[in-house]
């Protein structure tokens, strides 16, 4: 066996591991890089192996940064199998629709306003090539399994999202694990992740390698921020990633009306068309959730969906009015690297009665990191806008798991590998979970560089 790090191993984005057994070379995700405008380059470039030479692509779950260059890896001539989870699939055609439309929003309003710094801007890719790329998805039966020639592969649930998975894969007495994304216990939405088999070689990622989940109570945090906030007459938004995020927040936001601390007068916007579905999916697959079936149902009680760009700014622009009333809303992208949030932080950013809460990982560069950091201007679509709005992150609506339940998800292997790659996170997040690996489980352990190739 063969392992190239083709992404995610120096940055935790852009999730794509080469996997080599003999003649067969299979991808374990094909995600985004997001962040920094060099990490973002890397996605126009090439692979870094024929794409055309792929065999299939194993999926561990639906969120860009593994699953967003897809479109990209089917221009450069992969046509194979991808599979994945049956809510995976689902997600997925939501998502890689949304994305291609982001992006070709974002190149016509580029080059209507010249704030491109090339003589045309372009998409990465299409709606019409996504649309392509979700008909070579194939589903997976009930219990993972997936057997390509000698290959034996199982995904096995890791919590985080609808339809995410650890992936197993072996051949001729030799195996790899790759965690995809670990979920944490105490989740919202989704139950623990399941143990999976035991491998000679373990990728885990390391989002949150160096950092621990705070204490507190995150409905608690919202309740104290949404009082605060409409206290000085102000609104409130909530950049959210649409898959995942914003289910959680609604119900948060649920469980805030049933207990009395958030007045029904003050409505409850979704602005996000993939958030709207997404929700309808998380209803479709509520078997998977570790929430009742009455609650998910009543997930969008009373919130009103923002359906249009032209309604989206309308809105926007009315909460900045003088006087206007509070509201909630919540919309994407979660980083704030696109998507109609812009509109709102745009508007809202400059005003001190707002509240802007980040409720998620953001990544090194994005803008939303940057305002979380305390940037007190930030560049939207080419203009400079300050921010005097109240800036916060709630951690504690992560779906990762936190250092400590990295370490726990690897002792509940059946038995210890004989080489762990940690990968998907910031240098330092990495390196801390490195030590700890080393330290504490006693276990040959290496931060990967990118492009790296280890054998086995």
Not at 34 to 56: F, H, M, S, V
Not at 136 to 158: C, H, N, S
Not at 278 to 303: C, F, P, Q, W
Not at 383 to 405: C, K, T, Y
Request: hydrophobic share 40%; net charge positive; proline share 5%.
């Amino acid at each position: 066996m063969k392992l190239t790090f083709l992404g995610a191993a120096d940055t935790v984005t852009g999730s794509r591991h080469l996997l080599t057994l003999g003649e067969q070379r299979l991808l374990l995700d094909a995600g985004l890089f997001q962040g920094y405008k060099a990490l973002r380059e890397r996605n126009w470039g090439p692979l870094g192996a024929p794409a055309t030479q792929l065999d299939a692509v194993l999926l561990s779950h639906a969120h860009l940064d593994h699953c967003g260059y897809l479109p990209a890896l089917r221009r450069q001539g992969f046509h194979g199998p991808i599979y994945a989870t049956s809510a995976t699939r689902d997600l997925c055609d939501v998502l890689l629709r949304d994305s291609a439309h982001l992006q070709e929003e974002d190149a016509r309003r580029a080059n209507r306003d010249g704030s491109s710094r090339h003589d045309k801007a372009l998409p990465l890719y299409s709606v019409r090539e996504a649309e392509a790329t979700l008909k070579q998805f194939v589903t997976l039966p009930r219990d993972g399994r997936l057997k390509l020639g000698a290959t034996d592969i199982r995904f096995t649930p890791a919590g985080h999202l609808l339809g995410a998975s650890s992936i197993h894969v072996s051949q001729g007495g030799r195996s790899l694990l790759f965690s995809g994304d670990v979920g944490r216990a105490g989740d919202l939405l989704m139950p623990a992740p399941q143990v999976p088999p035991a491998a000679d070689v373990v990728v885990i990622e390391s989002t949150y390698g160096n950092r621990l989940h705070p204490a507190e109570d995150a409905q608690a945090r919202l309740g104290q921020i949404l009082r605060n906030t409409f206290k000085r007459g102000g609104s409130v938004l909530l950049p959210s990633f649409a898959v995942g995020r914003a289910q959680a927040l609604l119900l948060l936001l649920q469980r805030l009306r049933h207990a009395g601390e958030l007045p029904l007068d003050v409505q409850i916007w979704l602005d996000s068309p993939m958030a709207e579905q997404a929700t309808e999916l998380t209803l479709k697959h509520a078997r998977l959730l570790r929430i009742s079936a009455n609650e998910a149902r009543g997930l969008t009680d009373h919130v009103r969906y923002v359906t249009k760009q032209a309604q989206s700014l309308k809105l926007a622009a009315s909460l900045a009015a003088p006087r206007a009333r509070p509201a909630v809303v919540i919309s994407a992208s979660g980083m704030a690297t696109g998507g109609r949030v812009l509109n709102y932080i745009e508007t809202l950013a400059p005003q001190a009665r707002h509240h802007i809460a980040f409720p998620g990982f953001q990544a090194g560069g994005t803008r939303g990191a940057r305002m979380v950091a305390g940037e007190r201007e930030i560049k939207i679509r080419g203009r400079w806008v300050p921010v005097n709005a109240e800036i916060s992150h709630l951690d504690g609506l992560s779906g990762h798991a936190d250092a400590d339940g990295l370490l726990q998800w690897l002792r509940a292997l059946p038995r210890a590998p004989e080489q762990v790659y940690v990968v998907h996170g910031e240098p330092a997040a990495a390196d801390t979970l490195r030590g700890r690996i080393q330290d504490e489980l006693g276990w040959p352990v290496r931060v990967p560089q990118h492009g790296e190739t280890v054998a086995w």
